[in-house]
């Protein structure tokens, strides 16, 4: 697993919410050559949750080297005693260039501050960018039968939400203990 580039990160503010929701519909933009194309009809993620996790300092930003401008994101929530990653976007302007794995690799420094013991999250099981870039990121996909309450609860939430369930993985990379 090679070091992401340095790439500026932050915490994100309140002033960004409308950006960030942009850059969260233009990466969906992606699924439109896959199977789930659906995906890019989804809403964005509601203000009201992004202001939340900006709140308690877990919204993370990527921003250019130029400019303070956000092009990318990831947002996180403790699960299990572990920091789930809600969600990550980058723009499509701005994907392979490593900046999913330098917001994961902050994610994982903020987790390791806040005594979380693992990184998890849900993905597309066979979408170039989302499983199987993970894996290459040190994350392991769960089994089915390993799954928490929590992660459970979860993936209800996503069928809720119209995800294909069956097409997902849940996967968790451990975190060295400190």
């Given at each position: 697993?090679?070091?992401?580039?340095?790439?500026?990160?932050?915490?994100?503010?309140?002033?960004?919410?409308?950006?960030?929701?942009?850059?969260?519909?233009?990466?969906?933009?992606?699924?439109?050559?896959?199977?789930?194309?659906?995906?890019?009809?989804?809403?964005?993620?509601?203000?009201?949750?992004?202001?939340?996790?900006?709140?308690?300092?877990?919204?993370?930003?990527?921003?250019?080297?130029?400019?303070?401008?956000?092009?990318?994101?990831?947002?996180?929530?403790?699960?299990?005693?572990?920091?789930?990653?809600?969600?990550?976007?980058?723009?499509?302007?701005?994907?392979?260039?490593?900046?999913?794995?330098?917001?994961?690799?902050?994610?994982?420094?903020?987790?390791?501050?806040?005594?979380?013991?693992?990184?998890?999250?849900?993905?597309?099981?066979?979408?170039?960018w989302n499983?199987?870039?993970?894996?290459?990121?040190?994350?392991?996909?769960?089994?089915?039968?390993?799954?928490s309450p929590?992660?459970?609860?979860?993936?209800?939430?996503?069928?809720?939400?119209?995800?294909?369930e069956g097409?997902?993985?849940?996967?968790?990379?451990?975190?060295?203990?400190?």
């Amino acid at each position: 697993m090679s070091h992401p580039p340095a790439v500026p990160i932050r915490q994100g503010v309140a002033a960004e919410i409308d950006r960030l929701r942009e850059i969260e519909r233009l990466a969906a933009t992606r699924f439109l050559a896959t199977p789930f194309a659906a995906v890019a009809g989804h809403a964005a993620t509601a203000a009201a949750v992004l202001a939340d996790r900006i709140a308690a300092g877990r919204l993370l930003v990527a921003t250019d080297r130029d400019a303070d401008t956000a092009i990318g994101f990831v947002m996180v929530r403790p699960v299990d005693a572990g920091a789930y990653i809600e969600e990550i976007d980058v723009l499509p302007a701005h994907a392979g260039r490593r900046i999913g794995a330098a917001l994961i690799a902050r994610v994982a420094a903020l987790a390791g501050e806040r005594g979380w013991s693992a990184l998890l999250l849900s993905t597309f099981r066979d979408v170039p960018w989302n499983a199987p870039y993970y894996r290459r990121l040190g994350f392991a996909a769960l089994e089915d039968a390993d799954l928490s309450p929590s992660l459970r609860e979860i993936r209800a939430q996503h069928v809720a939400r119209g995800l294909d369930e069956g097409s997902r993985v849940f996967m968790r990379r451990d975190l060295p203990c400190r």
